[in-house]
């Protein structure tokens, strides 16, 4: 079975600043992963996702993870900040070629303040 | 396009009624997933379907709920009798040619507060 541990709850940050959301994941097998956002009052819309090939992916809003398979990671970046970034995000993992559904994180809390 | 719509978006129930909660998924496509979001527990898959078959509901908290998939374009969570710990958000989500790394897509929600 696969986990997903976020490893901070909450994250504030100043406007403009770069930012790190860390993810790390626990599996047996080959994954397949995922970072989904999700702002207030709404459903959860895939920032970007990891299947195989280049480690670094790049995604909505300006937003990259890099996959790193020794430290069993999937961290979240993005350079430059915007209020608008403000939300909860979610990393997520599915065991790769195995149908299963993702088993998310608890998510963590950006808060982009001026 | 249309995107994966639930309904009711809000509901305010009584312990110890019934609640169905409906969605329909992207036209096309064949995987349809019921998650539970709480703060205390965050994001929890209760059920998911393939072909409108149930493939895994493990995540399925008890015998007070169930879920049925009677076509490809419908699908429902029942929850009887409701308690107050039920209060969450329900999503449903959708998928095409089954989970193999597909996007997964969400409704907005269901909201549920049981008193």
């Known amino acids: 079975a696969q986990s997903v541990t976020q490893l901070d709850s909450q994250v504030p940050v100043f406007e403009e600043a770069p930012v790190e959301l860390r993810c790390n994941y626990s599996?047996?097998?080959?994954?397949?992963l995922f970072w989904y956002v999700q702002y207030p009052n709404q459903g959860l819309q895939l920032l970007l996702k990891y299947l195989s090939g280049s480690t670094l992916v790049k995604g909505i809003n300006g937003f990259e993870a890099e996959f790193n398979k020794s430290q069993t990671s999937f961290h979240l970046r993005k350079p430059s900040v915007h209020i608008s970034d403000t939300a909860e995000y979610f990393c997520a993992v599915s065991e790769a070629e195995a149908g299963t559904a993702l088993i998310f994180g608890k998510g963590t809390t950006l808060s982009v303040s001026s | 396009d249309a995107g994966v719509i639930q309904s009711p978006r809000h509901e305010v129930t009584e312990m110890g009624q019934e609640v169905t909660l409906r969605c329909k998924p992207i036209?096309?496509?064949?995987?349809l997933f019921w998650y539970r979001q709480t703060m205390m527990r965050g994001l929890e898959l209760l059920i998911y379907f393939n072909n409108n078959v149930p493939i895994d509901d493990s995540g399925m908290p008890e015998d007070r709920f169930s879920a049925k998939m009677p076509n490809a374009s419908f699908s429902t969570l029942k929850i009887q009798p409701s308690e107050p710990r039920d209060s969450a958000v329900y999503f449903c989500a959708s998928s095409g040619q089954g989970v193999y790394g597909n996007t997964i897509y969400f409704g907005e929600g269901s909201w549920l507060t049981v008193v």
């Open positions: 599996s047996s097998v080959s994954v397949y």
């Open positions: 036209s096309g496509h064949n995987s």
